[in-house]
């Protein structure tokens, strides 16, 4: 079945470093792709999306671009900040009628001042 | 309302024992879903509703659990005879269509600990 691997955290930076957190994925047809955050305290926010290959998907600073060829979404953001420590969840939408998003185990990012 | 409500926020419980928890999704929004965040092991997703149309339980662990959606809206998940390793955060989330993840609007969740 269709599943989303990320790496494992948890991920330590300093503030202004450059983030990458890698997520590949295994899916039937042509998923929608997405990571997802949650901040200390808080519910899942949707972070960015990208609905076809190529696609890049970007929001306050983070980007992630859909890659077919090596069914990858890896998110990046050059420059991190203190308030970015948080989890983060890729995840997949498949073509089935459900809807249902199929999340990778997450990775803690923390940003030290 | 503005939000996914869900209640309890924090739920602590014998073993044994049965739970009810509660979800009001956002209104208008058709389809309503259920998720369980344990630790380390991510998001695993355990029922689907779509308006009026019958549940997707594919993802229910045992049938301990199980979810009723009272007049399209409202949603109740009951796990009975709880367990230590039903130990986790019970997540719901709402969209409009149940189409696909876009339009997910996520509750902050029911953090059940089985004691």
């Known amino acids: 079945g269709d599943s989303v691997t990320q790496m494992e955290g948890p991920v330590t930076l300093s503030e202004e470093a450059f983030l990458t957190i890698n997520c590949t994925y295994t899916?039937?047809?042509?998923?929608?792709l997405f990571w997802y955050v949650q901040y200390p305290g808080e519910g899942l926010q949707l972070l960015l999306k990208?609905?076809?290959?190529?696609d890049k998907g970007s929001n306050k600073g983070f980007e992630a671009t859909y890659r077919k060829e090596t069914t990858s979404f890896h998110l990046e953001k050059g420059s991190v900040q203190v308030s970015d420590s948080a989890v983060y969840f890729c995840?997949?939408?498949?073509?089935?009628?459900?809807?249902?998003?199929?999340f990778g185990k997450g990775t803690k990012l923390s940003v030290k001042p | 309302g503005a939000g996914v409500s869900q209640s309890p926020s924090n739920k602590v419980t014998e073993k044994g024992k049965d739970v009810e928890l509660r979800c009001d999704p956002i209104?208008?929004?058709?389809?309503l879903y259920w998720y369980r965040q344990s630790l380390g092991q991510g998001l695993e997703f355990l029922i689907y509703?779509?308006?009026?149309?019958?549940?997707?339980k594919s993802g229910l662990p045992s049938d301990r659990f199980s979810a009723e959606r009272t007049g399209g809206s409202v949603s109740t998940l009951t796990i009975q005879r709880t367990q230590q390793e039903d130990s986790a955060v019970y997540l719901c989330?709402?969209?409009?269509?149940?189409?696909?993840?876009?339009?997910?609007?996520f509750g902050s969740g029911t953090r059940l600990t089985v004691v």
């Open positions: 989330a709402s969209s409009l269509t149940g189409t696909g993840g876009p339009g997910y609007t």
């Open positions: 899916a039937t047809g042509y998923p929608s």
């Open positions: 990208a609905t076809k290959a190529d």
């Open positions: 995840a997949l939408t498949g073509g089935g009628s459900q809807g249902n998003l199929i």
């Open positions: 209104s208008g929004h058709t389809a």
């Open positions: 509703f779509q308006g009026n149309s019958a549940p997707d």
